[in-house]
């Protein structure tokens, strides 16, 4: 059992559609991440939340929209993606960003299509 | 240049064998380096964090050479369960987790 749940497991939707991913940890962690996995690349980093506040926005397109109402829950709003936008989405948490050698827990990930 | 190169593989070993994997960095101010697991259609799972002075756990063992800027994981007497992708992760700064850098992973097939 992983202290990071992501939901929904799979998604498909139209580039019209907007849909949220949810992730919650239950790690008492401070930090938080949202992760994009694409086929035969490295896992590239989205977003940060550190105490709630957003630390991080490594140049993604608006049509992604993170959110952080707390320290154990995090969203990321999706509207008019892209077919290229389709990927594993993997939430992560660590007991904070800041400090040498994070470890971070990751949730089972998103698998998102976009038709 | 990629900020951390691997060999995508992949490698199919038979069961027992001894199998080694190496991961060369392009920072050479990375201060932190680890091995993370990731099973088909599963998450990332840290694995094992790799100190300069070499570490061990049970059949794996890491290492990091700082001059050559790279690091490697050896698994001894692999098993079936072993088969796996292997994440090698850098943080090229000293704080923060914004720059932990993913390789995109080496593949082991461990075979009967």
């Known amino acids: 059992e992983t202290g990071v749940t992501q939901t929904p497991r799979h998604l498909v939707m139209g580039m019209t559609n907007k849909k949220s991913l949810k992730c919650e940890q239950h790690?008492?962690?401070?930090?938080m991440y949202w992760y994009k996995q694409s086929a035969k690349k490295p896992l590239e980093l989205m977003f940060v939340?550190?105490?709630?506040?957003?630390?991080e926005n490594n140049s993604v397109p608006s049509r992604f929209s993170p959110e952080c109402p707390n320290s154990s829950h995090l969203f990321l709003h999706l509207h008019t993606l892209q077919p290229e936008d389709s990927a594993l989405y993997l939430c992560?948490?660590?007991?904070?960003?800041?400090?040498?050698?994070?470890?971070?827990?990751f949730g089972s990930g998103t698998q998102l299509s976009v038709l | 240049r990629k900020e951390v190169e691997q060999d995508p593989g992949p490698f199919n070993v038979p069961e027992g064998a001894t199998v080694a994997f190496n991961c060369t960095y392009s920072?050479?101010?990375?201060?932190?380096f680890f091995w993370y697991r990731q099973d088909c259609r599963k998450e990332p799972k840290l694995l094992m964090s790799?100190?300069?002075s070499g570490n061990e756990d049970g059949r794996f063992t890491a290492q990091l050479n700082r001059a050559s800027q790279y690091i490697s994981l050896l698994i001894r007497d692999s098993k079936l369960s072993d088969s796996a992708t292997y994440l090698c992760?850098?943080?090229?700064?000293?704080?923060?987790?914004?720059?932990?850098?993913f390789g995109t992973g080496t593949r082991l097939t461990v075979i009967p």
């Open positions: 790690l008492g962690h401070n930090a």
């Open positions: 992760v850098v943080n090229t700064r000293q704080t923060g987790a914004n720059n932990l850098f």
């Open positions: 939340y550190n105490f709630k506040e957003q630390t």
């Open positions: 920072n050479s101010a990375s201060q932190s």
């Open positions: 790799v100190y300069s």
């Open positions: 992560a948490s660590s007991p904070h960003s800041k400090g040498q050698g994070e470890k971070l827990f």
